[in-house]
């Protein structure tokens, strides 16, 4: 079989039937071998029924959730192909060609645009159309260098190798951003083409939630972007310390009249804190999202982590230590000279706070060594 069309369902007995038949329609048109497949995720409208009558096979999905329906109707297609589109007569099943062309020239996911096919007025709500779609599709592209300009058109094919090679795994609406993310990082060929929205067909207000379900999006591509999330933050963070502290640790500055002394200094020691710890993070997330499949071993920062071993990690955390006690050392010395009385803030504090942050990133080192070896034990790499 070449073709299986995949519609998750959830009590669409308004609209399944001519979504049934308009798929089955373009099967014959273009003289394809296919099935029409609903996955049903606890219908209780007669939906099942309406599907089997209308020829297309059911399969039952009892995990609640959009991904969950499509995931479980994936498994169950026995088509090379699968497009999927959701069963409100929004998406138009009749022209599925541009997708078929692109498959059988050998890309792994064909994106539908609705943008540049067409939304018919009211087919999407304002929020989605100006600034849903478009910022997270602009995100998307940023993080991960997708090429799709819709990134959540609904419509949409892939192989069913390529879709077990994505090992997707979302239950809900972020389903469909997990699907554009893991084929662009893992590296396959994607493609683009025009297709239609039209208004939904239901009488009912739909599954969709715009604020919860955008959030899930931007939540899902950040988690799997640690450069974004963790990376990127904390080196800035680290970077605009580590300058500030350099100016201040020997003496206050003054920039417009204003004058910056040890309280700044707290706060870029902090900064500084702050930004390793993210970055350290950043490590973490990807030598775990590595280790168990979640993305493919071409980051950078997983290279570096293999090429500095857990015992030098510990080696450079040891020397930092060193650094914050000596510091630390100086000052009790210092304290000590003055028979631990009263001392001069502004000069003590300028040794106190570098030693105090030495020995914090020192044990940051450390135990981020010990962890990170941790870590990589799933991926038989040791430590």
Known sequence: MELTVLMPCLNEAETLKVCIQKALGEFKKLGIDGEVLIADNGSTDGSQEIAVNCGARVVPVTERGYGS???GGIAAAEGKFIIMGDA?????FSNLGPFIEKLREGYDLVMGNRFRGGI???????????LGNPVLTWIGKLFFKCPADDFHCGLRGFTKEAANRMNLRTTGMEFASEMVIKATISGMRIAEVPTTL????????????TWRDGWRH????LLFSPNWLFLYPGMLLFILGAAMSALLIANPIEVGGITLDIQTLLFASTSIIIGFQAVLFALFTKVFAISTGLIPPDSMLYRASKRVSLEAGVIYGLIILAAGFAGSLYSLEYWASEGFGPLDVQQTMRVVIPSITAVILGFQCILGSFFTG??????NEGS
């Open 88 to 92: 409100d007569d929004s998406y138009d």
């Open 218 to 221: 931007l939540r899902f591509m």
């Open 374 to 379: 941790v870590l990589k034990l799933n991926s």
């Open 120 to 130: 018919a007025p009211g087919a999407m709500p304002f929020l989605h159309k100006y």
């Open 69 to 71: 329906a499509l995931r």
């Open 198 to 209: 039209s208004p939904d067909g239901r009488s009912r207000a739909p599954h969709l939630r």
